[in-house]
């Protein structure tokens, strides 16, 4: 068993915590407002006074901080007594985390970004994803104390911000689909469609986020199945609803931008081809 530091205690770290106290691990914890540690005592846990008392000897360190600034900061209270390994899960800006991975490993500070896609549940319950940025060799040797916190644990790569830029896209894909079903949703009350009912058919007509890319990606050799133009239209029939459209308005003026461009004629996924 190891001694693991968590630190940052909201809804994700007390999953990861109470998930290694019931692997048997000791488990020190460290929060900003110290009362969140209190039901992970009880159940085990070691409350730290400071970032230092808890890093202090530990075989690996979690942090699960809300912003770059905090993460910075809490590194910084640690002072000279880390020892094992720093796995960052923070989502972090990406240019952030190099100079922070640079900073830190120039000090012989291992430091490893390591964001998630997880709720609070899956990381008690250690499923979902763990992304993992840095040297293979040393993440291979992280692995199988890694994996048991997770469901899955994908290697993004030797750059140290690796890990961050897919997890800024894979966020930005739930926000982009969750402000994409809220107009289909809107334009359904406006056109007697059932939200249920637009629900059943996306299990049917199945258009989804890696299809989608690779059509794109595809869409400068491949046939054109759905002129620009004619894309252009249908929009056109979206918005005159009447229906309070978020998305769709700025796909329209995207659209009217490639088409003024001279590419109407094109598939409309071109316009959006890296």
């Known amino acids: 068993m190891a001694t693991v530091a968590v630190l940052g205690i909201g809804l994700l770290g007390a999953g990861f915590a109470s998930n290694l106290l019931e692997k048997g691990h000791t488990v020190r914890v460290w929060n900003r407002t110290a ?6 005592v009880v159940l085990g846990a070691i409350h730290a006074e400071t970032p230092a008392d808890a890093v202090r000897g530990a075989d690996r360190v979690h942090l699960i901080l809300a912003a770059d600034a905090a993460v910075d900061a809490v590194i910084a209270a640690m002072g000279d007594a880390i020892d094992g390994p720093i796995l960052d899960h ?9 100079a922070r991975s640079e900073q830190l490993w120039s ?9 998630v896609f997880m709720s609070p549940s899956s990381a008690r319950e250690a499923t979902g994803l763990m992304l993992i940025s840095g040297s293979e060799d040393d993440i291979e040797q992280m692995r199988p104390a890694l994996e048991t916190m997770t469901g899955k644990l994908m290697y993004s790569g ?6 961050a830029g897919v997890k800024l896209i894979g966020n930005a894909m739930l926000f982009v689909l ?7 949703f809107r334009m359904g009350a406006k056109t ?26 595809n869409s400068g050799t491949a046939p054109v199945g759905f002129e620009l133009t004619m894309a252009r239209k249908d929009v056109g029939l979206m918005t005159a609803t009447g229906a309070k459209l978020t998305l769709l308005p700025a796909i329209a003026t995207a659209m009217d931008q490639a088409i003024e461009a001279g590419r109407g004629a094109e598939d409309f996924t071109s316009m959006e081809r890296p």
Do not use: W
């Open 192 to 217: 007697g469609v059932e939200a249920s009912e637009i629900v059943s058919l996306f299990e049917s007509f199945a258009v989804g986020p890696a299809g989608m890319g690779q059509r794109i990606l």
């Open 90 to 98: 923070s989502t972090n800006l990406p240019e952030k985390v190099v």
């Open 107 to 115: 000090r012989g500070v291992r430091y490893f970004h390591a964001p």
């Open 158 to 163: 030797a750059q140290p911000a690796k890990a």
């Open 178 to 184: 969750n402000t994409g079903m809220g107009d289909l």
């Open 35 to 40: 009362s969140k540690c209190g039901p992970l």
